[in-house]
């Protein structure tokens, strides 16, 4: 088997890359360990910032995102038994769309397959070849059989526990990472919403968000031990815990419902670098992870395949190479700045093992200024619907002027 772009993971990433590709009339097979069912059944939070909504919509495959999405303006912060907006539209003139990661996912399949795009779901034993060459290869096995794909480039968009980053040498890459002493307790709820928007809260019990997947169904969360186990969690508990630290004092309540689904999301950050060898890019979750808190992982996966694109688009139009040896440098001074914003969501929402009764404070204050300041206001919100692609579209004019030297 050949083609031009070997992409190994069919998650949003790598179906968004092959979309992309496809509008620019370059070839790619995806290679996908899961079944279509596997992964369009994998429910995931979905909070679009607004330049991954463009994008979407830009390239034919937001239609469904557009009708069934909920379009968020602001986002409430919780605390000392008060609530606070913060109002995008007013502070940015942008907005979120809460839309699940899954239904993307969805779209996304729907379109390549439609378009013939090669999809190889339950490709196993995938293995990189020869990236350091000009025809690297991905091996991999399907239906019993043994497959060679040669390519002209690889990308990795096969998440955190896939075999793309390990495919790097360990002299060449480095991993930072932080480890968060808590997990998310997230219950899954047939009810009717208890807020038109998010509700970020802080407690002295811990942290609790309270989100909406549709006026059928909900998503609520609270900190917890990342050892716990969700057996020790009977229904009754965890509506105790959800009134206790999300009841605000002039008498709101959360809605309580029937708990379908229960599970603990580890907390960590993590950030590779370089993001690119030889032949080989990293993109999404297989190269940067994010605490959810600031609602980074899909967003930066989607502009990292927009880098990516553009990238191979210059390649395959005119043999330069100018975006894509810069790849790695473009896509991490934007995945260090959304570390940043969610490491500093987390550390101000989150109590933490240790902490006294001054850092408690020092939270709430935190919090009290956010709310109260609109430059501090204005820093969250212009974070939280995404940061503008200055570093992509600089270089891409640098690339542009070379190229007429």
């Given at each position: 088997m050949r083609t031009q772009v070997g992409i190994v993971g069919g998650g949003p990433a790598g179906l968004l890359l092959s979309h992309?590709?496809?509008?620019?009339?370059?070839?790619?097979?995806?290679l996908e360990i899961r079944s279509r069912e596997e992964l369009e059944s994998e429910i995931r939070a979905g909070v679009l910032e607004q330049g991954t909504v463009d994008l979407l919509m830009e390239t034919g495959v937001g239609d469904r995102m557009r009708d069934e999405g909920?379009?968020?303006?602001?986002?409430?912060?919780?605390?000392?038994?008060?609530?606070?907006?913060?109002?995008?539209?007013?502070l940015t003139g942008k907005a979120i769309t809460l839309y699940g990661q899954h239904e993307v996912v969805k779209d996304l399949v729907h379109a390549r397959l439609d378009a013939g795009g090669q999809v190889l779901f339950g490709a196993e034993g995938i293995e990189l070849r020869d990236l350091d060459s000009d025809e690297p290869k991905v091996r991999f096995r399907k239906d019993g059989e043994e497959h060679?794909?040669?390519?002209?480039?690889?990308?990795g968009t096969d998440g955190f526990h896939g075999v793309s980053r390990e495919a790097i040498p360990?002299?060449?890459?480095?991993?930072?990472?932080?480890?968060?002493?808590?997990?998310w307790f997230g219950i899954l709820v047939e009810g009717p919403p208890s807020t038109e928007e998010l509700i970020y809260a802080f407690h002295d019990r811990g942290f609790a968000l309270v989100s909406t997947r549709s006026p059928e169904i909900q998503r609520l969360y609270f900190q917890c031990d990342p050892e716990e186990e969700v057996t020790n969690w009977p229904d009754e508990k965890i509506w105790s815990e959800m009134h206790a630290r999300l009841d605000t004092d002039d008498g709101w309540t959360v809605e309580e419902g029937r708990i379908v689904q229960k599970d603990i999301v580890q907390m960590r950050s993590f950030v590779t670098e370089p993001m690119q060898y030889g032949r080989l890019f990293l993109a999404g979750d297989a190269a940067h992870i994010v605490p959810p808190t600031g609602a980074k992982g899909m967003n930066l996966a989607v502009a990292d395949v927009r880098v990516l694109a553009h990238g191979l688009e210059e390649f395959y139009g005119s043999g330069r190479t100018t975006l894509l040896e810069r790849y790695s440098k473009i896509c991490l001074r934007r995945v260090w700045k959304a570390s940043r914003f969610s490491w500093w969501m987390t550390s101000m929402l989150h109590r933490f093992a240790g902490d006294?009764?001054?850092?408690?404070?020092?939270?709430?204050?935190?919090?009290?200024y956010v709310t109260g300041s609109r430059a501090a206001a204005t820093s969250l919100a212009e974070n939280y619907v995404g940061l503008p692609m200055e570093e992509f579209a600089a270089e891409e004019q640098r690339s542009a002027r070379e190229g007429v030297r």
């Open positions: 992309l590709l496809h509008l620019q009339g370059i070839e790619s097979v995806i909920a379009v968020h303006h602001g986002v409430n912060l919780q605390f000392s038994g008060r609530r606070e907006r913060i109002d995008f539209a007013d060679a794909l040669a390519c002209d480039f690889v990308a360990e002299r060449v890459r480095t991993g930072y990472e932080r480890r968060y002493p808590f997990g006294n009764d001054f850092q408690y404070r020092m939270q709430v204050a935190e919090l009290d």
